[in-house]
């Protein structure tokens, strides 16, 4: 694992659970698996301290265990992909926001914060966050039905149990989500509001997210923002429905799905009224999409009959390239992109045929090559010749591209600039700290004093314990905190980009 990849981690879990939790993570991330004696030894902690950074870890799924060779102990190694997911969680609550509405936002927030809930505590929880409401067993039901939505949709899941009384458990995960929805009961939720000694019908029962459904729904919305982006709307949607067609009958992460019909694909248009153009030009949009150099959408073959099926892989791959040469041309200039196209068009070319073909003059055309070979977008691969005669050996020396590597050099560049940001958001915080914490007892007061029906001028005073010129400086903070997390979040973006890449090619 990279340096900075294991800065970053260090740094996600420091500031979500504390030095202590951390040591514990970054224990396991440096060592791989170990028995709860070695992290015991390795960090020089008490037991109880181990144990429950061990089970806060295992709440929130970024540690798993498994029995060893005799069975009686387990083994514990860290998931460190989860741990940097704890960065995505304003995405996830968006999409789902943007998708069922608040109420669905508040089931997956509150899940999230505590890493496994029962469906029963979350709609307890959800309904308390809503006190304008004064009917409850109505919006009970509404809650209900928003959870079981999002458990249908497979953006939550059931938390892997044992079935088995072992001294190392092996965890299942239940199929059966309809029967474990059945035990919701209304009537019970509703006599434990009043009853708090009223128990729960689904207490052993929990849901957790399911990251690999938003990780679907984020590349499907990669590849239809290209599209629509490049194409326009209608052919965006066209591309769309053929995603949630290829769904059922294909598995979600296959590099080639099985052939659609193109008829499916219309009859659906035909079905929906703000389509018109979309199905007025079907198959002229099919034919460009084909013929687009993405290589997404191909027809399956004349024996189908008017069937595509979607290449995800090439398609990925295709974003990949434009995402590389769009990075060589901002950390470079347009002289050093046209020298990593040329180069890309090529398998193998020699250093004066750069210089020929990319139209730049020798000498500088030579230092971009040699410096984009230094920051390892190119690749040089040396041919030996030996020449007639027994004379000397003739080197030559050829300039090629290995994408897989370039985007795990961009990945780990893209870790850098994410520690980057975190310390430096660290250090804002710790530059300001004392207003920081004087603007929160101010706000702790005023919270107090509201929930006691003080007067608005009581109020008033308290509001000026902040001078204007800390407010000033708190404004600043804020400002200057929210740009950096608009940049990890961008900065995710590419990550997220170059993850799906390395996962096709692997």
């Keep these: 694992m990279s340096l900075f990849r294991q800065k970053v981690i260090n740094s996600i879990l420091t500031d979500r659970f504390g030095p202590v939790v951390a040591k ?22 008490t037991v109880s301290l181990v144990k429950d950074s061990l089970c806060i870890l295992i709440k929130y799924g970024l540690v798993t265990f498994k029995p060893n060779k005799n069975e009686k102990l387990a083994n514990y190694s860290i998931n460190s992909d989860n741990v940097l997911l704890m960065l995505r969680y304003p995405k996830y609550l968006h999409h789902i926001k943007k998708l069922f509405g608040d109420e669905s936002e508040m089931i997956i927030e509150e899940i999230l914060q505590r890493g496994y809930w029962t469906g029963s505590e979350v709609i307890l929880k959800v309904i308390q966050r809503r006190p304008q409401i004064k009917s409850r067993s109505q919006p009970l039901s509404d809650i209900k039905e928003n959870l079981c939505c999002l458990i249908t949709a497979k953006y939550l899941q059931r938390v892997p149990y044992s079935v088995e009384d072992a ?23 509703i006599s434990h509001q009043k009853d708090k000694s009223v128990q729960l019908s689904d207490q052993n029962i929990y849901w957790t997210v399911n990251f690999d459904r938003f990780h679907q729904d984020m590349r499907d919305e990669i590849v239809v923002k290209a599209f629509t982006k490049k194409f326009g709307e209608n052919a965006g949607s066209i591309i769309k429905l053929f995603l949630r067609q290829m769904y059922i009958r294909t598995n979600p992460w296959a590099e080639v799905c099985n052939p659609v019909p193109a008829l499916e694909i219309k009859d659906i248009l035909k079905k929906q009224a703000s389509q018109s153009l979309a199905l007025a030009f079907f198959d002229q949009y099919l034919s460009t999409m084909e013929q687009d150099n993405s290589n997404l959408l191909r027809k399956a073959g004349e024996a189908s009959g008017g069937s595509y099926q979607l290449y995800l892989k ?59 070979y230094e920051d390892k977008f190119l690749h040089i691969q040396e041919l030996k010749k030996a020449s007639s005669n027994n004379g000397p050996v003739k080197n030559y020396t050829l300039f090629h591209i290995h994408l897989e590597s370039v985007a795990s050099m961009l990945l780990e560049m893209c870790y850098k600039t994410l520690y980057n940001h975190i310390s430096r958001r660290h250090f804002e915080k710790q530059q300001s700290k004392r207003i920081i914490d004087k603007k929160h007892r101010v706000d702790t007061i005023l919270m107090g004093m509201q929930a006691q029906g003080a007067a608005e001028e009581q109020l008033s005073d308290i509001e000026e314990l902040l001078t204007p010129s800390e407010e000033e400086v708190l404004k600043k903070i804020d400002r200057v905190m929210k740009k950096l997390n608009i940049v990890e979040l961008e900065v995710d973006d590419t990550i997220f980009m170059l993850n799906m890449y390395l996962i096709y090619v692997s």
């Excluded at 092996?170 to 929805?181: G, K």
Aim: with cysteine.
């Design 24 to 45: 514990v993570g970054t224990f396991l991330l440096q060592n791989e698996t170990n028995p709860f004696l070695f992290i015991k030894r390795g960090t020089d902690l």
């Design 314 to 372: 090439e398609a990925f791959t295709q974003f990949t390239w434009e995402l590389v040469e769009h990075i060589v041309l901002e950390k470079h200039d347009s002289k050093a992109a046209r020298i990593f196209r040329l180069v890309k068009s090529q398998p193998y070319i020699e250093p004066d045929q750069i210089q020929q073909l990319a139209m730049i003059p020798a000498k500088e055309a030579k230092r971009l090559s040699y410096r984009l």
């Design 167 to 189: 001294a190392v458990p092996s965890l299942i995960m239940s199929e059966d989500c309809a029967s474990d929805l059945n035990k919701i009961d209304i009537k019970l939720l």
